[in-house]
């Protein structure tokens, strides 16, 4: 089996490249163009039509890129929020009914 990805417009950013250059390391007897997968040409002078599997990784992640926070992030939050927001209700509804006797409003109100 052969594999072909040269001549494509590839994107080099500090986000894919690594990643995308240890499957090319892990796969270079399959893929038959390795020299020919390049960046795809832009402005950046550093990754213009650069061959991907030989770029330092220096000249692509340097300080000043910031990862940015993925959507999956932010859900991972939201619901580490409410799971906390839910177990501290429980545990002042637990702590209020062995002080007073009293069942939380929710509970009070099912049949």
């Known amino acids: 089996m052969h594999v072909f ?12 490249i690594p990643r995308f250059q240890s499957l090319l390391l892990k796969y ?4 038959r163009d390795l020299s020919d ?3 795809s040409k832009s402005s950046d002078k550093k990754t213009s039509l650069v061959q991907i599997s030989t770029i330092p990784l220096g ?13 999956i992030n932010i859900v991972n939050l939201v619901l580490l929020a409410l799971i906390l927001l839910v ?5 002042y509804d637990w702590q209020n009914f062995k002080n007073t006797g009293e069942l939380p409003w929710l509970s009070s109100i099912l049949p």
């Open 5 to 16: 990805l040269g001549d494509n417009p590839w994107r080099c950013d500090c986000h894919y």
């Open 28 to 31: 270079k007897r399959v893929i």
């Open 37 to 39: 997968i390049r960046c």
């Open 59 to 71: 000249n692509i992640c340097g300080d000043d890129d910031v990862m940015p926070i993925s959507p």
């Open 87 to 91: 177990v501290g209700r429980f545990l």
